[in-house]
């Protein structure tokens, strides 16, 4: 126990200690969080659904009909009517023949890779890949090797070397930690022409970028053909719970039979399911596309102020900003100089980004305004180090 102690000890010491905060409020721009009111730039609800009356009314509507838990692992009896249907419909919205529901996107994302992959086969992953994807790739028994981030040419160069039985690349579409999006054109390229199937998880991009909110593969101008396999997670851009697998028939059958995350685990409450699909409804109307044009208004507003106060933000177009830091203690004690202004912003750091990396992970959603983000650039003007 000693030991374990000093391991945290040391952790505190270099300035690598997490900290859970209570949240006492719906998600939203601004919550209450250990107590106190504070103005939000580090959520994931990027559409701001999480707390939209429709989304709400289809979860109590869905509860009331169907109860809460749905008893079972879907190849039991926890297969309810909303699960089939939120299958079908995010099967007709990204533009495949099936759609398969886990429970998590890190359930999604180990069940694919270890279903489809294992000894003697290869998977090829981006080195800044989330760690799901990357513990996916471990825990396949297949060999997994990590390429420099959106480095095709180094990519091919190991596919051509490669004498596995099965090739599987793997790459998120929004990178969680940068907020670029994944070279998918030339990625699709590459993997057609050494026989490989790509993988790509969109958890960052799905109903957030895109003319339709497709995401990633809308942006590159991927089809399913070029993109075997497409996971999705529904906690970020669609406000809910829970993640899906999309693929063909032969694929996602594969996942029913041999998915051990799919196959032993409870299916999502039927009432979140029944959510999601309100998620997803309001994703494809007007007012999805009108929050998708807003919340690309403010990116381009923030990135535009940041600029002229000659903040370090990464290279992203997405809702995710990253001001890059670099030392640890340096991104902590920024995170609490705005924290004591009323904003929330977490500083990211090692092992969740490289070393002298860190970070202040800047999202923004569709639920901020326009001054919400001009008082921002305003704390961040006043505690620069």
Not at 5 to 28: K, M, W
Not at 59 to 84: D, F, K
Not at 250 to 275: D, F, G, K, M
Request: glycine content about 10%; charged content about 20%; overall charge negative.
């Amino acid at each position: 126990m000693n030991e374990l102690e000093q391991e945290l000890q040391q952790r505190e010491a270099e300035h690598l200690y997490r900290r859970r905060r209570v949240v006492d409020s719906a998600q939203g721009a601004e919550l209450v969080v250990d107590g106190r009111a504070l103005l939000s730039f580090c959520s994931n609800d990027y559409l701001g659904l999480a707390n939209h009356p429709a989304v709400i009314a289809a979860m109590q509507q869905g509860a009331a009909h169907y109860g809460v838990g749905s008893g079972a692992a879907h190849l039991v009896t926890g297969h309810m009517t909303p699960h089939h249907l939120l299958e079908e419909e995010l099967a007709e919205f990204t533009g495949y023949p099936r759609a398969l529901l886990f429970s998590t996107g890190y359930m999604a994302n180990l069940g694919a890779v270890s279903a489809l992959c294992g000894a003697g086969d290869a998977v090829f992953e981006d080195r800044l890949n989330h760690a799901s994807l990357l513990d996916a790739g471990l825990l396949s028994r297949a060999r997994l090797q990590r390429f420099p981030h959106g480095d095709v040419a180094s990519l091919s160069a190991r596919l051509a070397e490669s004498k596995a039985r099965r090739q599987l690349i793997v790459t998120d579409g929004v990178f969680s930690m940068d907020g670029d999006i994944a070279p998918l054109r030339a990625l699709a390229d590459t993997a057609q022409r050494h026989g490989a199937w790509l993988m790509m998880d969109d958890a960052h991009g799905l109903g957030v970028i895109g003319e339709h909110g497709r995401g990633s593969m809308e942006v590159c101008g991927l089809t399913p053909q070029d993109l075997p396999l497409l996971v999705g997670t529904l906690g970020k851009g669609f406000g809910s719970f829970g993640a899906f697998v999309a693929a063909d028939e032969v694929i996602i059958e594969t996942l029913i039979q041999q998915a051990r995350p799919y196959i032993y685990t409870t299916a999502l409450p039927p009432a979140v399911a029944e959510a999601t699909r309100a998620s997803l409804r309001l994703i494809q109307s007007d007012e999805g596309a009108q929050r998708r044009g807003h919340l690309a208004a403010l990116v381009q507003r923030f990135r535009g102020g940041a600029q002229q106060l000659g903040l370090q933000l990464m290279d992203s177009p997405t809702a995710i900003q990253p001001l890059l830091v670099g030392d640890s203690a340096n991104a902590v004690t920024l995170s609490e100089a705005l924290l004591t202004e009323g904003i929330l912003i977490s500083a990211i750091r090692p092992p969740t980004v490289p070393d002298g990396t860190a970070r202040l992970r800047i999202t923004l959603s569709a639920a901020h305004t326009t001054e919400q983000v001009d008082r921002l650039l305003g704390a961040l003007e006043t505690t620069k180090i």
